[in-house]
């Protein structure tokens, strides 16, 4: 099975700073990445895919890029409502993998 | 719009079983892969099946292999999850969650969940 391993497991930013998650897959799975968020209390939302392209809906201070076996999410000018934790997800091979998750919070 | 409406979950003993179900409308439940995901409390994501549009292709996570079957009633637009042998480990919240595409790839909407717990 493919193993998803993100860094950091928690990081604490300020308003307006641009925040940067890792998600590192065992093996190649090509552009085969999702990104979710997930806030507190409520269920996961598909934030990207294909490792880079935005979801329907999703502001675009949300970036992501990668390939092979690194893939980042970035967002650029974090705001409050951005406080939650992020999953990467490869879907190059079953059983899909999650990453252990990213907790962002606000300073 | 989307909706993905899950039930059937409760408390149950170890070694017995559940059937979890999912009423999908909004969205051509009969051109879309499915899925079900779990969270246990205070953990991560758990991918645990994933099903074809029209039911012939169907994996598991090793965790659940043997124990677990999920199956679809296009007629119905329901998603099912029958769960044997629970344990502890099983403890979760079980998500329902609609593939993008017809086959097996990321999931684009989640039902709200709903909660297993296995406990004597």
């Known amino acids: 099975d493919i193993q998803m391993t993100q860094s950091p497991s928690s990081l604490s930013a300020s308003v307006g700073d641009r925040v940067t998650i890792t998600c590192r897959a065992s093996?190649?799975?090509?552009?085969?990445l999702a990104w979710y968020q997930q806030k507190s209390g409520k269920v996961p939302e598909l934030l990207i895919y294909g490792s880079s392209t935005l979801q329907s809906g999703v502001p675009s201070r949300f970036s992501g890029r990668g390939s092979g076996t690194e893939f980042t999410l970035t967002i650029s000018g974090l705001q409050p409502e951005d406080v939650a934790t992020y999953y990467c997800?490869?879907?190059?091979?079953?059983?899909?993998?999650f990453g252990q998750g990213t907790k962002v919070e606000i300073e | 719009q989307v909706q993905l409406v899950e039930s059937g979950g409760g408390v149950v003993q170890p070694g017995r079983s559940l059937r979890l179900s999912c009423a999908a409308s909004g969205f051509r439940f009969s051109t879309s892969g499915m899925h079900w995901v779990r969270q246990a409390p205070g953990k991560g994501l758990e991918w645990v099946a994933g099903?074809?549009?029209?039911?012939?292709?169907?994996h598991y996570a090793d965790s659940v292999k043997g124990r677990f079957t999920i199956s679809r009633d296009i007629s119905k637009n329901t998603l099912y999850l029958q769960m044997n042998s629970l344990s502890a480990e099983d403890t979760a919240v079980y998500f329902c969650?609609?593939?993008?595409?017809?086959?097996?790839?990321?999931?684009?909407?989640w039902g709200l969940g709903a909660l297993v717990t296995v406990s004597s």
């Open positions: 997800q490869e879907y190059r091979t079953v059983p899909y993998t």
């Open positions: 093996q190649g799975i090509s552009n085969y």
């Open positions: 969650a609609k593939d993008r595409g017809v086959l097996l790839t990321f999931f684009d909407y």
């Open positions: 099903i074809s549009y029209d039911g012939s292709d169907k």
